[in-house]
């Protein structure tokens, strides 16, 4: 598996100096209301993905009167060791460091520091639009299919092209057909690797429901973004005109989605929040698993404020599955007795305590205030 060692988070929100030294299993990390849990998680993130998963902006997520934002990792797996580092200015520069060397693409650091986020907005897998769904499916492909990041890439190009003829009228002559072959070509592949990896995932997500217990009957397909029995090519001929009226591509794998119901109805329209969360829970634990299984290592699991939503049975559930799967997990809470006493005794908890900004570990601070009890004692 693949852990991070060692964290150290400068100017992220009101974390002045942190580090953090986790537990390659389970970490918890427990806190009041606006002591920095969630920007710890945050940190981390940002440290897999140079960016927040809370603000599309930086400057919120840059201590308030500091120029910049940084974190720095070790990160350990069977195969190597790397030093990571990411910083962000407020004017949104980045600088991304690995093993000493400089890199400009964030996908560098996202392979190194695979990461899953569980939090409310995790939600937006049912409630959100089809992008949603589709980012999360393309976090899948990228990690299994080394060429997805390559063949996107053209796709977006040939797709903002073909749109650019298409509301300037130009919707014949050989520039236009140029375009039509390079979108239907890296379209069709998108779509092949999309769904390879969408027929390893479902039964995956079947068997991570049906562990987490309580919502039979999820039922996930996918979607391609054009009629299932028509080629590309010939959709896009077909839609020439109505594209041309609409001034954009309307047919493609940019439309892809997956479909997620419960017994034929979309499952937001018909599950409690309670088993939403179930249900998105295992969809994001299916990927981790599926990713274990397909790679050799785990990926980390960022996870805000896992209580919330879940009654007892089935945080105990969830607890169990993620002990099982080869992962790295941080878990922020507000009441550690809510987490504290849930896990195997063989598992390798710690347990951190945030406050005002600083973290302690709770064995650390178990033994820091033993010793000022006992230095008390002998205190005149
Ligand atoms: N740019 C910033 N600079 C300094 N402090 C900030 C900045 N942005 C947010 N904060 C503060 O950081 C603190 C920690 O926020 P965070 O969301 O991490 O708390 P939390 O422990 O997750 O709280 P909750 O239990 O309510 O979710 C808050 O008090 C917030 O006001
Ligand atoms: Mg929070």
Redesign the pocket.
């Known amino acids: 598996m693949s852990s991070l060692q060692t964290v150290k988070v400068t100017d992220i929100?009101?974390l002045v100096s942190v580090t953090l030294l986790p537990s390659p299993t389970i970490n918890i990390i427990h806190?009041a209301?606006?002591?920095?849990?969630?920007?710890i998680l945050e940190a981390i993130y940002f440290l897999g993905m140079a960016r927040s998963f809370r603000s599309l902006r930086i400057k919120?997520?840059?201590?308030?009167g500091q120029p910049a934002a940084t974190v720095f990792g070790k990160v350990a797996s069977e195969k190597a060791n790397w030093s990571i580092g990411v910083s962000r200015d407020l004017e949104s520069n980045f600088r991304i460091q690995i093993n000493g060397e400089s890199y400009k693409l964030t996908s560098s650091l996202a392979s190194i520091l695979p990461l899953q986020v569980i939090n409310p907005d995790t939600f937006r897998l049912l409630e959100g639009s089809p992008k949603d769904r589709r980012q999360f499916l393309d976090w899948g492909v990228f990690h299994v299919e080394h060429r997805f990041l390559d063949v996107w890439k053209r796709l977006q190009k040939a797709m903002k092209q073909r749109n650019a003829l298409l509301r300037h009228g130009k919707i014949s002559g050989s520039l236009l057909e140029v375009w039509d072959q390079e979108f239907a070509q890296n379209g069709k592949l998108i779509d092949e690797f999309r769904k390879k990896y969408f027929d390893l995932l479902n039964p995956v997500f079947d068997k991570a429901i049906q562990n987490l217990c309580g919502v039979e009957g999820v039922q996930l397909t996918y979607q391609r973004g054009w009629d299932k029995e028509s080629d590309l090519s010939d959709v896009l001929i077909r839609s020439l005109s109505r594209d041309s009226e609409a001034g954009y591509t309307q047919w493609g794998p940019h439309r892809a989605d997956i479909r997620v119901r419960y017994k034929g109805v979309a499952a937001v329209d018909s599950l409690s929040r309670g088993q939403q969360k179930i249900v998105v829970c295992a969809l994001k634990l299916a990927q981790g698993m599926l990713f274990s299984s397909l790679n050799n290592h785990g990926c980390v699991y960022l996870i805000d404020?896992l209580p919330s939503e879940l009654d007892f049975q089935h945080r105990q559930r969830l607890c169990q599955l993620l002990e099982t799967m080869n992962s790295q997990v941080f878990i922020?809470c507000?009441e550690k007795d809510s987490l504290g006493s849930i896990w195997s005794p063989n598992t390798e908890v710690k347990m951190f305590h945030?406050e005002h900004g600083t973290l302690i570990e709770d064995a650390a601070e178990d033994l820091e205030q033993h010793l000022r009890s006992a230095g008390a004692a002998v205190l005149p």
């Open positions: 929100r009101n806190g209301n606006g002591s920095g849990k969630t920007s919120p997520v840059v201590r308030n404020d922020t507000v945030v």
